[in-house]
């Protein structure tokens, strides 16, 4: 302690479960310095969620003679769903300028780090509805600015903040904190297990983005139902997940490992696989599929569609127009887009693609089926031009030249992946357009994420499929 300056704060000052933010207005407040100061001064971020070693931990406890388990609790939250993979909602969903607070625990000077987790709707404590505040723009930091929202909150509605504040306030033994806490724990532990080992997921090279709040909560809840006393605290999110697997046996597990001895992930296999299939005179039933669903462009009829796309150089926007208008130069109907969409993903995607792209395509391919060849995965077409190597010629047609080995173990967790992501691809995309239709900006698209998973286990391979109970009911409507 002798190497610090004496600051103004006492043992017991820290407060469960309280946020950073909380503990940066306080320190600020009660030593008459400013959030850089502060920050300057303690070395931590005043607003961050990322959880401080322990090391670090120890020197703040000896800072603020605080006991380190109470400065860990409040620096390191315990209250998070830990080591969960892609499974863990999104880290800061919040908008950045808004602080969520509980009336009550801000009578008593306080805030809590559960206030601000974005899958609960009520404060832990007393139930109550959650309130937000906006901190106010100007030219100081965003941090600066949310310490400043807080207090002001804090100083109307606590006459004493930051001083004579209840000590005794939260109590550490509260019940239902405590099954929240329980419930998180097993949650984490619950999609841990079913992280394990997972080398591929479904939507990693289609739209970008997170995986949205509702999806990952509402895996989560599936995945360990929470108890019925803290069910009021969550927060009633969109529609519930069902999961379905499929165990493959070892000999494809087998095969896949073969195929990262050259430098081939998953990933890899599955596009070259799909665009073989797209080439081949006998192909696997999601062509057939697909065919079937680009057959039916031509019920769309004459475009009717409410919005359409526009294209300015490389960007792109969405322009809403009056249906009786009909097509017109320049603007692309949603139903283009996405046939094109599924041109690109599972059809013959070099045809969908202009000159470079679709040369890099080529090579890509071409360079995958010498590998697929050497482990015996393809065989050539009679037709294949092929170099003294053994290697395809690549001034070809290459797509049909490859022939799968349908014999190969790898082949039905190819083929059961496949089916399961296009037929989520093509409610996706029914979906969208059906809302379209209702006059829906074709910006709310809510494609869900990393649906089918394919994971190693002891035994072999395990594939995954996350669905929305919803999509089960829609899976009849189908539009396209
Ligand atoms: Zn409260
Ligand atoms: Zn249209």
Redesign the pocket.
Known sequence: MAAYPSVNWWPGNLRPYESRLSFVARFCALNGINVRKCAEFLSVEPDSSTPLPIDEIRRLASVLGETAPLVEDVFSPSIRFIDVGRYGPPPDSRERHAIRY?E??VQHGYHSYLHQLGWLSR?P??L?ELKTTWAQKHTARLVSQRVGALEFVMRQRCRTWPHGIDAGFPAREQGRVASLAGWVARASVAAARMSLGEIWSSGNDGMPGAVSLDQAFNQLRTLEPPPEDIEQLLIEAGDRWTLQSHAFARQAKIQLGHLRLCHLSFADVLHFYIRINAASANPSSFVTRLNAIQDRQARHGTCRCRWRLTKEGRLSRWVSVRPEEGPRWGLICPYDIALNELQLGWGRSDLALSNRPAEQERRRFCSVSHAMRDLGLIRYTRDAAVAPAGYLYADQDVWTCCEWVRESALTAVLDMAVAWETELTFNALTTWLDDIDRGVDPLERDDSKFCIRLCETDDGLLLIKWMRAEANVRRGQSRI
């Open positions: 509980c009550t625990c404060c404590f007393h109550s």
